[in-house]
């Protein structure tokens, strides 16, 4: 039996209801491939400030380390948004990312048959989608120098960098291209090279790069098409590389396109072997303790964390498969309902239950 430690920093809002039912269910799928998971649970954003004073303590990294990797549920809500924002409950969550080295951020987005129905956009539109966001996390405006804000001639001004070097592009479109090849062997790399010099260096090396993957055919498509395309046709993607600010808008793109946030997973990845995995919705405060939030984000979050942190794929596929049987069988989180839809909706537990009920049957 392999031991495997996982820190759970479950968080703030709905946060500790959804990652409570993935924990339920990685324990439901383990002893059956051969894992013994321990648990260890910490704070992080606005519980860690109220508890401890900060969104993230040096203890709970250090923790992190130690373990094969960490489930988050979400952090953030009113409470704190006064507060300067070098103290939000954000920053505990931007820290994990950075002292863990995890510059690759994963989102995939697959519309469930089930579900179809459920997009804002027609069914022959999303009929089929199944794409990966592959975002650099870790470089870009979001954390180039100088930055900051400062009154000149009067006025107040602010500014932010972007800056990346050769290395940073190299490593993230290696994962990109690896994603590829598991999946339809097609890349594109989302720019804004006719403007941005940064662009230009990154389409620079993309090429480079995509000379050791031969099998993989490359695109590059600018963000602004490339946002547009993906409400138009966007079962036409299947891995999509940028930075980070273009990475982190067309992946919440992406996952309106499958109907609901509620459904959206991802792993963010680095280089010393610990995976950070969380669903992509917020901590939705105004339903949390309602036993009314999805859990099927962090639950297929926690199917992530098998297939990347523990090389466990078929216990990853089990859940998804399980996740998958449940929503044919017709089952809705509130959030899943269609407008005038009569059928009555599943609670959060009451889903977590649904899943492992499944994963007992097979």
Request: charged share 25%; proline share 4%; net charge negative.
């Amino acid at each position: 039996m392999q031991q495997v430690r996982i820190v759970v920093v479950a968080g703030d809002g709905i946060g500790p209801e959804v990652t409570r039912e993935a924990q339920l269910v990685l324990d439901a799928v383990a002893g059956r491939h051969g894992l013994a998971i321990e648990f260890e649970e910490h704070l992080i954003g606005g519980a860690s400030i109220d508890a401890h004073g900060t969104p993230l303590r040096d203890e709970v990294i250090e923790r992190a380390r130690a373990s094969q990797a960490v489930l988050l549920g979400a952090v953030g809500g009113p409470k704190w948004d006064a507060m300067p924002v070098s103290t939000r409950p954000e920053r505990g969550l931007l820290r994990i990312r950075k002292e863990l080295g995890l510059f690759a951020n994963l989102r995939p987005a697959t519309v469930f048959p089930a579900l179809a129905a459920a997009s804002t956009l027609r069914p022959e539109i999303v009929g089929g989608v199944d794409l990966l966001v592959v975002r650099e996390l870790t470089g870009g405006l979001y954390f180039g120098e100088p930055r900051g804000r400062a009154t000149e001639n009067g006025r107040r001004v602010a500014r932010n960098t972007m800056v990346y070097d050769e290395d940073e592009v190299v490593r993230i479109t290696r994962v990109a291209f690896e994603a590829a090849r598991g999946r339809r062997k097609h890349v594109t790399h989302v720019h804004k090279a006719n403007v941005l010099e940064v662009s230009q260096l990154w389409v620079e090396v993309v090429d480079e790069v995509a000379k050791e993957y031969p099998d993989v055919a490359l695109a590059h498509q600018l963000v602004d098409s490339c946002a547009m395309l993906l409400v138009r046709d966007p079962a036409r993607f299947d891995v999509i590389v940028t930075e980070n600010l273009f990475g982190d808008i067309l992946s919440d793109e992406a996952a309106q396109i499958t109907g609901s946030l509620g459904m959206l997973p991802s792993a963010s990845l680095g280089a010393g072997g610990i995976g950070l995995y969380e669903p992509v919705h917020g901590s939705a405060p105004d339903i949390a303790g309602q036993d009314v939030a999805n859990p099927l984000a962090a639950i297929l979050s926690a199917a992530m964390l098998l297939e990347h942190s523990l090389g466990a794929h078929a216990a990853a596929q089990q859940v998804r498969d399980a996740v998958t049987a449940v929503l044919e069988a017709g089952h809705r989180s509130a959030d899943l309902l269609l407008p005038g839809e009569r059928r009555e909706s599943v609670g959060c537990r009451a889903m977590g239950e649904l899943v492992r009920k499944r994963l007992m049957e097979r």
